[in-house]
């Protein structure tokens, strides 16, 4: 199979990784990773140059210009050097990790017709909560939605609530619900880290923690006004990230606290672990906002796959990742989600066992080698739904992927 990927997120090793296993499955995989030379993070006022996975070849990831990348949904590739990669790569398939509407989608679906036109096309979304927008937005949202998956061949929803969305939509053809990225168990062994703990003043305390962005629809507020209803108990809060809450943070909730809150601005991609492994709980205590609603949750999965006792709410895809491996309670709920931390704080053997059951739920899910297994399938059927033709592949067993037939 000759694989062809596009995405801003392949800018970074880490995610580069699922790919690495997938090549591992398929020892007859050609792979071109082609990506932006550079991408932003605007939460944390962060710029990216490209990197490159230790296992791939200077081929394997392709830089190429792009136009408007301030944001993915509005970023371009340079058309003549995508272009010509396509053509010169013939694919088997294109999958594209943007969203159905974003603009380097709509270009990759027009050259796929001129230069590599019997290409299977694939597509991610994360899209769980299709926005009414004011015309045009809204209008050309629908268009270009429509554009893309009325030519996609299977559409990869990032959760269940994007799946029903595309389905409700028409448009779709075919779908699986897959994570976006992989987890790397290695770089995510379970344990303390007691040189961390101490750096940051945490060893005498139960540490409740979470690693992301500042913001209010993330529910940290909440998490600190529940905390603040126990001030008996022995905990401490690690806070890693930035944005709007920031201020809040240092000068409201700090003072009020002194010496119990520890705030960390944002780190990299590969130090998240390292955080997250000075926590003994790990809060994700989102609610629904009216543009927003959470749709995966990646710290939350690499918190379980470090085996870390996990209180999220019953909000998004938190409880499908979360999958009965942490403690769920209702988005906006301080009581309940006082309740769980009370719980854990006060009972060291109930964090156990629950850390334990979170770390064996992502090693069956969250790990690069289980999501390039599924993965792989999906691209087999994607090339024959295309083609009707079924090309060699290796069976994916128990790990194969959820995939569904629109019915028309």
Request: glycine fraction near 6%; proline fraction near 6%.
């Amino acid at each position: 199979m000759k694989l062809a990927v596009l995405g801003h997120t392949y800018v970074h090793a880490q995610n580069q990784a699922k790919y690495v296993e997938l090549r591992r499955l398929d020892c007859d995989l050609e792979l071109r990773l082609i990506v932006p030379r550079w991408s932003a993070n605007d939460a944390f006022h962060l710029r990216y140059g490209v990197e490159r996975h230790s296992d791939l070849t200077v081929g394997e990831v392709v830089a190429v210009g792009s136009a408007f990348a301030r944001s993915h949904m509005t970023s371009v590739y340079h058309p003549i050097q995508l272009g010509r990669c396509l053509s010169a790569f013939q694919p088997d398939v294109i999958h594209i990790d943007e969203e159905p509407q974003a603009m380097l989608t709509v270009e990759t679906v027009m050259l796929r017709a001129a230069v590599a036109p019997r290409a299977a096309l694939t597509v991610f979304t994360w899209d769980n909560l299709l926005r009414s927008r004011a015309f045009p937005l809204g209008d050309a949202k629908r268009i270009l939605r429509r554009f893309t998956l009325g030519r996609t061949d299977v559409l990869i929803c990032g959760n269940r609530d994007a799946e029903r969305l595309a389905l409700r939509e028409g448009h779709a053809r075919r779908t699986a619900v897959l994570p976006q990225v992989g987890l790397e168990p290695k770089d995510h062994l379970p344990g303390a880290d007691p040189a961390v703990r101490h750096q940051l003043g945490l060893e005498d305390a139960v540490v409740v923690g979470y690693a992301g962005r500042f913001l209010a629809e993330k529910g940290l507020r909440l998490v600190f006004d529940a905390l603040a209803a126990i001030p008996d108990r022995p905990w401490k809060l690690l806070l890693v990230g930035g944005g709007p809450l920031e201020s809040q943070i240092l000068h409201e909730w700090i003072p009020r606290f002194p010496g119990r809150i520890v705030c960390i601005p944002p780190v990299s991609h590969a130090e998240v672990p390292r955080y997250l492994r000075a926590m003994d709980i790990f809060v994700l205590n989102s609610y629904e906002a009216p543009a927003w609603k959470e749709q995966f949750g990646l710290t939350l999965a690499q918190a379980m796959l470090l085996g870390r006792a996990c209180v999220v709410s019953d909000s998004g895809a938190l409880p499908e990742v979360a999958g009965g491996a942490a403690m769920v309670v209702a988005e906006r709920s301080v009581a309940e989600l006082r309740e769980a931390l009370e719980a854990l704080l006060a009972s060291p053997a109930l964090r156990q066992t629950l850390g334990q059951r979170a770390r064996e739920r992502a090693l069956r899910h969250y790990t690069n080698e289980q999501v390039a297994v599924r993965y792989h399938e999906v691209f087999e059927r994607a090339v024959t739904a295309r083609t009707g033709l079924r090309r060699s592949a290796r069976n994916a067993g128990p790990n194969e992927a959820p995939y569904r037939a629109a019915r028309r």
